[in-house]
C-alpha cells in the first residue's frame, strides 16, 4: 500500500500536551541522536545551507552528489553529526578527499546490483566508523544483501517520489508502505536500520512511515523551495529529480543514448526560510503521536496503521 491507502488508527490518550511529546532518538551504535528526518539528497534541496540550518532544530540533511568535498570538511563540528556526505558510483572517488566523514549516504537509482553491493563493501572497508546509509531497495532481499555488505542504514524506496517518474517510465515498483514493511523485517533481523525514502507529501505521510517501521524518514519535496536551497524565478522556484533530463544534462553532461529520463521538473511557489516548515513537520508529529497515546516515536511505531478500502 501506499501512504493514500493508509491512515493511523486513534486511540486513548495519556498524553495531555503536544509538548510532553519527545521526538528525539538514539541509536547508539551508529552514534545518532537527534530527531530522524532527513532532507534529501536532490540538489534542490540538500544543500549546505540547509544542513545548517537543520542541525538546529537536530534535524539531519543528505547533501547532493555535487557538493564541494572541501565544504563538507569544513563544515562546524555542531552540523557534521547531522549531515551525510553523498557519493554514487560516478562520484567514488569523492571518497578519498573526506577527512573524517562522519555519515556517509551511498546513493544510487538502483541499489539491487553486484557492482553496487561491491560499492558498499568498499566503502565499509575504507571507513569501519562512519555510518554508512545505502540504497535504493524496496525488498526484504534488497535490504538483506545490503546489510551484508556494510550498511548501517538501508535506504527503502522505488518510484514513490513526487519527482520520480521510474514507476511511469518503467513499471517496476513496490508501494511504499509495503516497502517499508518489507526492509523493515530485514532491518529488525539484521539489527540494523532502515530509511524510507520517497513519497511524503505532507506531515500525516511521515508519521505513517514511522508507523510502518522506518527508523528515518528522507522528505524531498517538502523541504524544498526555501530560502537555504532555491533561487527565485518570476515566483518560483524550481524543483527537480536528480535523474530529470534537465538535471543529468547538468550534471554530466549528457543523457547516453541507452537511456532515459526517470525524473520530473516542477515550478513551484517560494515558501520563505525552512524554519517554518519545520515547525510545521514537528508540529504535525506530535499530534499524531498524542491522538496514538505516543510517548516517543518509539511508540510511534507500534501504533495500528490501517488500510482504507
Known sequence: MDFEHTLIKPKLSSINSRKDVNL??????????GIPIIASNMDSVGTIDMAKILSKYELSTALHKFIDVKDYNNLDKDVLPYTFFTVGMKEESNLDLLDKPHMICLDVANGYT?????????????????????????????????????????????????MCTTRKMTGVGINQIDAIKECAYASSLAGKYICSDGGC???????????????????????????????????????????????????????????????????????????????????????????????????????????LK
Not at 24 to 33: A, G
Open 24 to 33: 528525539i532518538v538514539e541509536y547508539k551504535d551508529i552514534n545518532f541522536k
Open 114 to 162: 553486484i557492482a553496487f553491493r561491491e560499492f558498499v563493501k568498499r566503502t565499509r572497508d575504507k571507513f569501519p566508523k562512519a555510518t554508512i546509509m545505502a540504497g535504493n531497495v524496496a525488498s526484504f532481499d534488497g535490504a538483506s544483501e545490503l546489510f551484508a555488505c556494510g550498511a548501517d542504514i538501508v535506504k527503502a524506496g522505488i518510484g514513490p517520489g513526487e
Open 201 to 307: 507529501r505532507n506531515v500525516g505521510d511521515i508519521a505513517k512511515a514511522f508507523c510502518a517501521g522506518a527508523d528515518f524518514v528522507m522528505v524531498g519535496t517538502m523541504f524544498s523551495g526555501h530560502d537555504e536551497n532555491s533561487k527565485i524565478e518570476n515566483g518560483l522556484v524550481k524543483v527537480r529529480g536528480m535523474s530529470s533530463e534537465e538535471a543529468m544534462v547538468e550534471r554530466y553532461g549528457k543523457i547516453e543514448d541507452y537511456r532515459t529520463s526517470e525524473g520530473d521538473v516542477k515550478y513551484i511557489p517560494f515558501r520563505g526560510s525552512v524554519h517554518e516548515t519545520v515547525k510545521k513537520i514537528l508540529g504535525g508529529l506530535r499530534s499524531a503521536c498524542t491522538y496514538t497515546d505516543s510517548k516517543n516515536l518509539m511508540d510511534l511505531k507500534k501504533a495500528e496503521l490501517i488500510y
